[in-house]
């Protein structure tokens, strides 16, 4: 009887130990406490379903993100609403304390990068590409390149150790056309959870119903009521398929799982990451199935 149990534990050891190599460990990293949430949470919400780890980094604080608040005290307030959205999504959200709309890509900061994609074990980053109306995205993708690469060098931040392979390093998707349109290498059919990404991003409060709205002269259409907020939302942030991206879920899906989609997530695979086979990228990305 002692034998049975110590040979299944032993066994149940084994599995286990299985299962753990087997975690995909993501990064994304976003300017702001809501950029990742836009751009990669509908794919961090199925990554953290199927029992991988996903960490969100807002490289700011976002202390100029509102028009009646501002500072420390809102500061305090976005990373409260990034801990409930973190919760909603189900990863852990990370917010840097570095002033919004005043990011600058500078050394410290690569560094302080370099060890939380070391910490994370990353297999996967995610952050923006350097092209965009906003200084802090842009820099924030400058220093995501700089730290490809540079998360293998021992004698960089020796004080973390370093990677043993270099991450695969993925742009979010954007609608800027110079210098280059954005590729969508790879697109995540987000349709069956877009409700809990909607959910999950309206914990951002003073955001999407206080401080987006008032930038885009719609802050009295926002509604009051919590079920009418989030349907509102919904419609708000509803991300259009275009011709590539259709393309890219075909690829990645097939046809008929393609033709069903209504709300995707799309990435472009940056060229200073790890250069990832379609194999590679679909052990990577496990809601593609085999
Ligand atoms: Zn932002």
Redesign the pocket.
Known sequence: MKKTVLILFTLFGFITAGITQEKINIVVI???P??CD?DAGGTAIQFAKLGHKVLFVSVTNGDA?HHEKGGGALAKIRMAEAQEAGKRFGVTYKVLDHHDGELMPTLDIRLQIIRLIREWNADVVIG?RPNDY?P??RNTGILIQDAAYMVIVPNVAPDTPPLKKNPVFLYTEDGFQKPTPFEPDIAVDITDVYDQKVYAMAAHESQFFEWLPWTSGKLDEVPKGEAERLKWLAEQRKPRIDEKEKQSLIKWYGEEKAANTKYAEAFEICEYGRRPSDEEIRELFPMFGK
Request: cysteine-free.
């Open positions: 976003g300017a702001h809501d950029d836009i993100g923006p906003h802090d995205h």
